[in-house]
């Protein structure tokens, strides 16, 4: 049974951090791509970051790059998400979810993503 379990969020004021954890389980990590999304509220889902199965490249959505940093270890069957300089508008809930399409790329399209976890929310707010 494939699970995926984001843990790591929490309230942190604006030039804060946090990292964020993906656990997975019921698969094989090494074979998958792995992307961040996030939710806020009364916006759509997008695509924060992502990193690929064969060589770790990796992508990032404009706004966060320079501040977000994603890694693997797949020896600990996890992915990580260091979230840095915090603003009030990477507010939302945070999503990890597993595209089977291996290789040396990554997407940020949601629908290339097949399984996903329940969301850790992450809230920036002086």
């Known amino acids: 049974q494939v699970q995926l379990v984001e843990s790591g969020g929490g309230s942190v004021q604006p030039g804060g951090s946090l990292r964020l954890s993906c656990a997975t389980s019921?698969?094989?990590?090494?074979?998958?791509?792995i992307g961040w999304f996030r939710q806020a509220p009364g916006k759509e889902r997008e695509g924060v970051s992502c990193?690929?199965?064969?060589?770790?490249?990796?992508k990032y959505l404009h706004s966060v790059k320079g501040r977000f940093t994603i890694s693997r270890d797949n020896t600990k069957n996890t992915v990580y998400l260091l979230m840095n300089s915090l603003k009030p508008e990477d507010t939302a809930v945070y999503y990890c979810?597993?595209?089977?399409?291996?290789?040396?790329?990554?997407?940020?399209?949601?629908?290339?993503?097949?399984?996903w976890g329940q969301g850790t929310q992450v809230t920036v707010s002086s």
């Open positions: 019921g698969f094989t990590l090494d074979y998958y791509a």
């Open positions: 990193i690929s199965n064969m060589d770790g490249s990796t």
């Open positions: 979810a597993t595209d089977p399409v291996g290789g040396n790329n990554c997407a940020l399209a949601s629908y290339e993503y097949d399984n």
